[in-house]
């Protein structure tokens, strides 16, 4: 009953005129943003947060998650209609996405899409909403040590699964730890890395180095990839199509992939660094795996669009179990909810939920309208994003450079930070070009001073003794998490090696 | 270019590295753990990192490093995101704005003059009406002090 409680509490927050604009407004911008080549939540939180300076905190941050996961419910359009995946956690949904929508199912394709997502979504919302405060519960045992194996597990987690090669996933979180330590030490009130300038006493601004390496690093990229030379040519013109609605096969060929791809999203979105992109793969592989008709997988099966749909909206939800009990985002997206949040003096972790329940149940309610809103927005708003995709990006680009530069300056009014966003651009380009991972540089950023202060704290408690990792059991539990983790990169690498083999 | 990154990468590593170990200490006067504790284990994991990438890319340098076509107009809006910054602190936020847009769209968007022109006036005008006076944000007030 108290779950009710809480949840009638937050709605009360949530259904305020003002808070449903800010949803409904996040909804609509999020759906534009995931539709954007190359454009994924978190290049669009961290260009949109400084926009929401002037609101009032629990009003923004409904607006933030719901940009993030309207993003995830908009980057499939393009999957579908295009064959180009708005970002890295919606590739999944081109394998038979976009077979659909050359078979003329364009249509069945993106309303499943959308039910999909909210399926999903919703799933996720009601699992955060009957685990989140028992995790909290579980959470507040935990000790620098446990924190410290936690921020190590996000950090491991995001290197080992994502991006192509494993080294540079590790040098990208090593450069975002280094830029951590710049400006004082707290412990000791040593300068370190500052070289004598003012603006770098108190540290690297996080949004710069966000927008930089998020925004202008995936532009640059874009313009390298030559994407302001592509028309809108490639779109496949759905509103020819007969049916727009799906069949009765539909729903029932996809009637397991909404529930299996739901659960395993949310439990992988949980663990803290693996995300909506392994979800939705894993998702697509489990349902291939365990379908009568694995030959049609690729082919437009909608079961194959479905079970990853469902994942990485899950997952998206259940990214946020971590960053609201324990203050640990769990993927690049939600470090930049975590910088909104630390900004706003709301500071998450196991004492949340129970000292700001207005807060964090008014964000928890406004997860379900959002869904729902963002259903029938999918669904009937669809020509208005199809406009947004034939924009030529030769336009598109240049105004959201304004934006990216413009907002970074907004922040703190400091021109030497715009700067830095510029360099940042230059280094997330040549990351993006070569493989690194800005994700990891960013996770690692915003982790790093929680990792340092832990580890120094967890010495301290141990007298310099490191095995207080191994004979503390709920730190030793989340060791063997993260070696397993490590393992089961291992395993997911050759596999990879070994199908690309067999496919040259 | 991939070698020319890793080894400007690996240099500031061995830059960061060489302040770690030399401006800061790994221990304080007491004996306990003092400010170069954390950045020193970072810059030795960093340095090997990048020492051994280097060394491996530099074996496999034969592999996928071809420039695409498109690396000038990459330079040139690089180039231009800096001058928008530049217009910006000396001229001021809308004055700086609308440069770029109508050199970017001028270099970008060729031949369509009415659009770019339309464009390149009408959204910096409605963005910087959003961000002052919409969300009272600061923006860059130039050093010339123009009255925008």
Redesign the interface.
């Known amino acids: 009953m108290e779950i009710f409680d809480n949840l009638f509490l937050g709605l009360s927050v949530a259904i305020s005129p003002i808070n449903l604009v800010y949803l409904m407004l996040g909804s609509l911008i999020g759906m534009i943003i995931g539709i954007i080549p190359g454009f994924g939540p978190a290049a669009g939180l961290s260009i949109l947060l400084?926009?929401t300076?002037?609101m009032d905190p629990t009003g923004a941050i409904i607006m933030l998650a719901a940009i993030y996961y309207g993003a995830m419910y908009g980057g499939t359009i393009t999957s579908i209609l295009l064959n180009t995946p708005g970002e890295s956690a919606v590739v999944a949904s081109t394998f038979d996405g976009f077979p659909l929508a050359q078979q003329g199912r364009a249509g069945p394709a993106l309303v499943m899409q959308a039910v999909a997502s909210f399926v999903g979504g919703t799933v996720g919302v009601i699992l955060i909403s009957v685990l989140a405060a028992t995790f909290a519960t579980v959470t507040r045992n935990f000790g620098p040590p446990e924190f410290f194996m936690l921020v190590m597990m996000g950090i491991v987690t995001l290197v080992v699964l994502i991006g192509e090669n494993w080294?540079?996933g590790?040098?990208s979180a090593?450069?975002g730890?280094?830029i951590g330590?710049v400006g004082v030490?707290l412990?000791?009130g040593?300068q370190?890395?500052t070289f004598g300038s003012a603006e770098l006493i108190s540290g690297v601004g996080f949004i710069p180095i966000a927008i930089g390496l998020f925004g202008?690093g995936e532009?640059?990229y874009a313009?390298?990839?030559?994407l302001?030379?592509a028309g809108s040519g490639g779109i496949i013109q759905y509103q020819s199509e007969d049916r727009f609605w799906p069949t009765i096969r539909d729903w029932l060929d996809s009637r397991l992939a909404f529930v299996r791809g739901s659960i395993l999203g949310f439990c992988i979105g949980v663990v803290p660094g693996a995300g909506a992109t392994v979800a939705s793969l894993m998702a697509y592989s489990i349902e291939k795996s365990s379908s009568r008709t694995p030959e049609k997988f690729g082919k437009g099966a909608m079961e194959g669009l479905v079970a990853p749909e469902c994942a990485n909206n899950a997952a998206s939800s259940g990214a946020m179990v971590p960053l609201l009990t324990l203050g640990i985002p769990g993927s690049a997206s939600t470090a930049v909810l975590l910088a909104a949040l630390l900004m706003w003096g709301l500071k998450p972790g196991p004492l949340l939920m129970e000292q700001n329940p207005e807060f964090a149940w008014g964000l928890v309610a406004s997860m379900y309208l959002g869904n729902m809103a963002l259903l029938a927005i999918s669904i009937f708003a669809i020509p208005l994003f199809v406009l947004f995709i034939k924009l030529?990006y030769?336009?598109l680009?240049?105004?959201v450079?304004?934006?990216c530069?413009?907002g970074t300056?907004?922040v703190?009014?400091s021109?030497v930070e715009?700067?830095l966003m510029?360099g940042a651009?230059?280094i997330g380009?040549?990351m993006k070009l070569?493989g690194f991972s800005p994700a990891a540089t960013v996770l690692a950023l915003v982790l790093g001073p929680l990792?340092?202060e832990t580890?120094?704290q967890t010495?301290?408690i141990s007298r310099g003794s490191p095995w207080i990792f191994i004979e503390r059991g709920m730190s030793l539990g989340i060791l063997i998490i993260t070696l397993g983790v490590i393992v089961f990169g291992i395993w997911m690498g050759r596999s990879r090696k070994k199908l690309r083999a067999r496919m040259t | 270019m991939r070698i020319a990154f890793m080894t400007a990468l690996l240099l500031l590593s061995v830059f960061y590295a060489a302040l770690a170990f030399s401006d800061l200490n790994f221990l304080s006067a007491r004996g306990r753990i003092g400010p170069g504790f954390f950045p020193q284990i970072i810059a030795s994991l960093l340095v090997a990192f990048m020492l051994y990438n280097v060394v491996l890319d530099y074996r496999r340098r034969d592999g996928d490093d071809a420039v695409s076509v498109n690396w000038a107009v990459t330079l040139a809006v690089v180039a231009m995101v800096g001058l928008l910054v530049v217009a910006s602190h000396f001229l001021g936020a809308l004055p700086g704005m609308v440069i770029f847009m109508l050199l970017a769209l001028s270099v970008l968007n060729r031949g369509q003059h009415v659009t770019n022109l339309l464009v390149g006036v009408l959204l910096p005008i409605g963005l910087f009406t959003l961000f002052r006076y919409s969300l009272n944000a600061a923006m860059p007030p130039g050093m010339l002090g123009l009255p925008l």
């Open positions: 400084p926009l300076f002037g080294r540079y590790a040098i090593l450069i730890f280094a330590t030490d412990e000791t040593i370190r890395f202008l532009l640059f313009f390298y990839q030559g302001h030379r030529p030769r336009i680009a240049p105004a450079i304004l934006v530069t413009m300056f907004s703190h009014g021109i715009v700067w510029v651009g230059v380009f040549f070569y990792a340092e580890l120094r010495l301290i």
